[in-house]
């Protein structure tokens, strides 16, 4: 297991906010990326891992449905956030992006809400789990931008859905199947916005542990200007009953 997260070199404080823990039989790998005012982000990102992992600490020996449990521990966050949100003036506004992988036995289950995403390498080549919450994925989606046009638009960072800003949000919900040797990669925006996934992937194949791996993909952020703060979790997932090595 790599997790590193780094401020940047424009912003005064670090917004991101992320968890790597084991549950049961379970890996739980979060990242969040606050936004708001005055350290509003920074309040926004801790709450939501926070109340993540409180709510699993909580129902955890109750739940049958993975997916579910996973979902439900989001929407618990996003209570949290609108709540503290309406009762503080000075947090007024506040939000937060969220990407989640539970890890259990052979599958991987992902909940997203945001622009932070979720990645899975494989065999040389590199997957993205998640879609961007974002005008500039509406805009690609529709055709009237490409790939390219994407990742330069000056609206790349407008969010159209987000956590903590409504009482209510969209999760997007999926699973992967995983096999030995495979590497789940979660960041924020600060790592997406500065490398594509073309040059990712490059880095990806150097074969690098994960401990490397996350130090020299934010490095590579930092390097393209680091306008952002970046937080990576790379989780290789071992041979012995496919869990992710922690």
């Known amino acids: ?61 109750e739940a049958f449905d993975v997916q579910e449990l996973l979902a439900q521990a989001l929407l618990f966050a996003n209570r949290g956030i609108y709540e503290q949100a ?28 945001g622009d932070s995403r979720a990645y899975l390498y494989r065999h040389g080549e590199l997957f993205r789990l998640t879609a961007d919450h974002n005008l500039v994925q509406q805009m690609l989606s529709n055709g009237e931008i490409t790939e390219d046009e994407a990742y330069r638009h000056p609206q790349r960072n407008l969010l159209l859905n987000a956590m903590g800003t409504a009482s209510k949000c969209e999760i997007d919900e999926d699973m992967v199947e995983l096999q030995e040797g495979d590497l789940l990669l979660l960041c924020t925006d600060g790592l997406t916005s500065m490398l594509t996934d073309d040059e990712l992937l490059v880095i990806l194949q150097e074969n690098l542990n994960p401990e490397q ?28 009953g496919q869990e992710v090595g922690m």
């Not at 780094?6 to 404080?13: D, S, Y």
């Not at 823990?21 to 920074?42: I, P, T, W, Y």
């Not at 801790?46 to 699993?56: H, N, P, S, V």
């Open 1 to 61: 297991m790599g997790v590193y997260s780094h401020t940047g070199l424009l912003r005064p404080n670090n917004e991101d906010a992320y968890c790597h823990c084991q549950l049961s039989s379970m890996n739980l790998l979060v990242v969040a990326d606050g936004m708001g005012g005055h350290k509003a982000g920074e309040v926004a990102s801790q709450l939501a891992i926070d109340r993540i992992k409180e709510y699993f600490e909580e129902h955890l020996l």
């Open 86 to 113: 309406a009762d503080n003036l000075e947090f007024a506004g506040m939000g937060t992006t969220v990407t989640a992988a539970l890890v259990k036995g052979k599958k991987a289950y992902l909940a997203h809400i």
């Open 213 to 240: 791996l996350a130090v020299r993909l934010v490095d590579a952020a930092n390097d393209r200007g680091g306008q952002d703060n970046t937080t990576v979790i790379a989780a290789l997932v071992t041979a012995e």
